[in-house]
């Protein structure tokens, strides 16, 4: 706890990375309460009479008293799980002490939704982390047998106690937690196995490999997490000591095969022996969800919710309800209302702050500071603006944020696109990002291709590009044919009614006869990754020139091209046997001089060299 703890501002339509999601909104307001449940409990105790806190009903077991409510001085309220708690093994050796207690973990691998897909690596995460009783830790040693595997587990019991009968859940390490592999399979996140104890130790063995390949098995121990669920139970450690644990007494230990019968409860913590600390408790972990979209007009003092707000109490069997309502609410004034032992629907009350007694049934839903609203627990903020009304959701999801995504309401989960040209209809953001991003990559290598012909001895008709390709379909034209600087055209019926035609992807049939030592020059153009677009005519005569440079235009930096460009803009120029120029980066043109200096072809065109023009002009 700090007072320089950063606390996330989330204002209307702001998106939030990991990090303030989860450090400066998440365990800021799980910190918030941490610090406060330790300093009103400094100590580590349990809330519920101690009597028959320990007990046993069956051989080599022992009970924990439930419903218990506790906590370990470190903000954490621990309320086990009573199957978890009720006839735990132990070893029972006959006038041993075994101290017991009760370690807060959270527990990677929670009992439900255990895994999911992370959208973006597409390797799956665990879901939750569940709140959760047990010793966890990495194993001593694990073991591929094959089809399952072994593993010591003394890290998380006691090497040379024996702990047979206790359930250990192993599952992958998180990768975020240093494990190299972490979950991999939806069917198979994790195991629970009953310990067996052998040559001194305490060991599991799996059914299956979590999700691992046979053959391909990890046997570092550093890539499984062992818990242990339930009580920590130590015969040769001293729990009192331990500033994690909630203590809970001693038992002596009857004999293997009897029933337990001394239970020893100094030490343990009664932070409360008389009352109930149910309503305290109730308070703190009460939970609101639904009321639809709620909206504030400041102007009107005017709060309105269009759907039942519903309470949830976890540690109650019944919930409250609130129906869709509005209120004035002034500055300064609550809106709470009466709970009971029953539940079922309420309504809200609205009185001044100072008015509103200390009665602990009083559970307070919202407050008006000046112009804003507050929900309790931080479930939802709507900042006032004079001549407009703010609205929001309990859920934290906006009205204008799921306008912003385009969403009809907090159920909607398939996007309706105003164009799908590329995207498909229906699909998640995320795979739209992700079939833009293809279609961008293919666009952005897409790139225009040439390549040259010097018709040898008799003519030719048909002319096969080695270094290229284009689309087989003869009415889409992606190609520009010359001979000897002439445009040719393309017959885009598939015949022979004009100068060429398409044979296949990569062979040209003209019709007539190339004459012999003509140039053809076959150049391809981008089709925007589709390869169906079509090239655009520019008026006059195609030209392609090849300019040697002479010393004086070489120290002049520029030459006389043979014509003037129709569009300097769209001509074409590299250097003979290197590389492709680009206009206004590398050269310039005005009229019919070519000039370089100062640019991208400054320092890298020499005496001799050989520059090959293409562009139209105007005859």
Same mark, same amino acid.
């Given at each position: 706890m700090s007072t320089n703890d950063l606390r996330v501002n989330i204002y209307l339509k702001k998106f939030l990375p990991q990090q303030q999601m989860q450090e400066n909104f998440q365990f800021y307001l799980q910190d918030k309460l941490e610090n406060f449940l330790s300093i009103m409990y400094p100590e580590q105790g349990v809330f519920t009479d101690i009597?028959?806190?320990?007990?046993?009903?069956?051989?080599?077991?022992?009970?924990?008293?439930?419903?218990?409510?506790?906590?370990?001085?470190?903000?954490?309220?621990?309320?086990?799980?009573?199957?978890?708690?009720?006839?735990?093994?132990?070893?029972?050796?006959?006038?041993?002490?075994?101290?017991?207690?009760?370690?807060?973990?959270?527990?990677?691998?929670?009992?439900?939704?255990?895994?999911?897909?992370?959208?973006?690596?597409?390797?799956?995460?665990?879901?939750?982390?569940?709140?959760?009783?047990?010793?966890?830790?990495?194993?001593?040693?694990?073991?591929?047998?094959?089809?399952?595997?072994?593993?010591?587990?003394?890290?998380?019991?006691?090497?040379?106690?024996?702990?047979?009968?206790?359930?250990?859940?192993?599952?992958?390490?998180?990768?975020?937690?240093?494990?190299?592999?972490?979950?991999?399979?939806?069917?198979?996140?994790?195991?629970?196995?009953?310990?067996?104890?052998?040559?001194?130790?305490?060991?599991?063995? +799996?059914? @299956?490999? /979590?999700?691992?390949?046979?053959? =391909?098995? $990890? !046997?570092? %121990?550093? *890539?499984?997490?062992?818990?242990? #669920?339930?009580?920590?139970?130590?015969?040769?450690?001293?729990?009192?000591?331990?500033?994690?644990?909630?203590?809970?007494?001693?038992?002596?230990?009857?004999?293997?095969?009897?029933?337990?019968?001394?239970?020893?409860?100094?030490?343990?913590?009664?932070?409360?022996?008389?009352?109930?600390?149910?309503?305290?408790?109730?308070?703190?972990?009460?939970?609101? +969800?639904? @009321?639809? /979209?709620?909206?504030?007009?400041? =102007?009107? $003092? !005017?709060? %309105?919710? *269009?759907?039942?707000?519903?309470? #949830?109490?976890?540690?109650?069997?019944?919930?409250?309800?609130?129906?869709?309502?509005?209120?004035?609410i002034n500055n300064n004034q609550v809106a709470y209302f009466i709970k009971d032992q029953i539940g079922g629907a309420k309504t809200l009350t609205v009185a001044d702050i100072g008015s509103i007694s200390s009665d602990v049934d009083i559970e307070p839903i919202l407050i008006r500071t000046q112009d804003n609203i507050y929900f309790k627990n931080g479930g939802l903020e709507l900042k006032g603006q004079s001549g407009d009304t703010t609205s929001g959701r309990i859920d934290d999801i906006t009205q204008d944020l799921m306008t912003f995504m385009g969403a009809v309401n907090e159920s909607d989960s398939d996007p309706n696109y105003s164009s799908a040209n590329v995207v498909t209809q229906g699909n998640s953001l995320t795979s739209a990002i992700g079939e833009l991003d293809a279609q961008v990559f293919a666009i952005l290598t897409d790139t225009a291709e040439e390549e040259d012909f010097v018709v040898g001895v008799g003519g030719q008709t048909n002319f096969i590009a080695s270094t290229m390709s284009w689309n087989i379909s003869s009415n889409i034209t992606d190609i520009l044919v010359f001979v000897n600087g002439k445009k040719q055209k393309q017959d885009t019926s598939g015949g022979l009614s004009e100068d060429f035609r398409k044979v296949s992807t990569i062979e040209l049939e003209f019709s007539y006869t190339i004459p012999e030592n003509a140039r053809v020059t076959i150049h391809s153009v981008r089709t925007g990754g589709g390869g169906t677009s079509s090239i655009v005519t520019v008026a006059g005569e195609w030209k392609v020139e090849y300019h040697t440079v002479t010393a004086g235009e070489y120290t002049a930096k520029q030459f006389t091209m043979a014509e003037t460009p129709t569009d300097a803009t769209t001509t074409l120029v590299d250097l003979l046997n290197g590389s492709s120029q680009q206009y206004s980066v590398d050269f310039n043109i005005a009229g019919n001089i070519l000039n370089w200096s100062g640019l991208g072809m400054d320092g890298i065109v020499n005496i001799g060299d050989v520059i090959r023009l293409a562009y139209f002009f105007t005859p």
């Open positions: 009597t028959n806190l320990l007990s046993s009903t069956a051989n080599d077991t022992f009970d924990v008293k439930t419903p218990l409510i506790a906590t370990d001085a470190l903000g954490h309220l621990l309320a086990p799980d009573p199957s978890r708690v009720t006839q735990v093994d132990f070893e029972n050796a006959s006038g041993v002490d075994y101290q017991i207690g009760l370690r807060f973990n959270y527990l990677d691998a929670a009992d439900t939704n255990t895994v999911e897909t992370n959208v973006r690596t597409g390797k799956f995460e665990y879901t939750f982390d569940q709140e959760s009783i047990g010793e966890m830790g990495d194993p001593d040693n694990v073991v591929d047998n094959g089809s399952n595997l072994t593993l010591r587990v003394n890290s998380i019991t006691e090497a040379g106690v024996d702990n047979s009968g206790r359930t250990v859940r192993v599952f992958l390490k998180p990768r975020q937690d240093g494990g190299s592999i972490g979950p991999l399979s939806e069917s198979e996140p994790y195991e629970d196995v009953t310990v067996v104890f052998s040559g001194g130790n305490n060991e599991i063995t +799996t059914i @299956g490999l /979590l999700g691992q390949t046979a053959g =391909d098995v $990890s !046997t570092d %121990t550093n *890539d499984y997490r062992c818990y242990l #669920l339930g009580p920590s139970v130590k015969r040769n450690t001293d729990l009192t000591s331990d500033p994690n644990i909630v203590f809970l007494g001693t038992i002596t230990g009857s004999g293997s095969g009897s029933t337990p019968t001394i239970f020893d409860l100094a030490g343990v913590n009664p932070l409360y022996t008389t009352g109930d600390l149910t309503d305290l408790v109730d308070s703190v972990m009460i939970y609101y +969800t639904g @009321g639809g /979209l709620v909206t504030w007009d400041l =102007d009107a $003092s !005017t709060l %309105t919710w *269009d759907d039942t707000f519903n309470i #949830l109490i976890p540690a109650r069997n019944y919930s409250f309800q609130i129906a869709a309502n509005s209120i004035s």
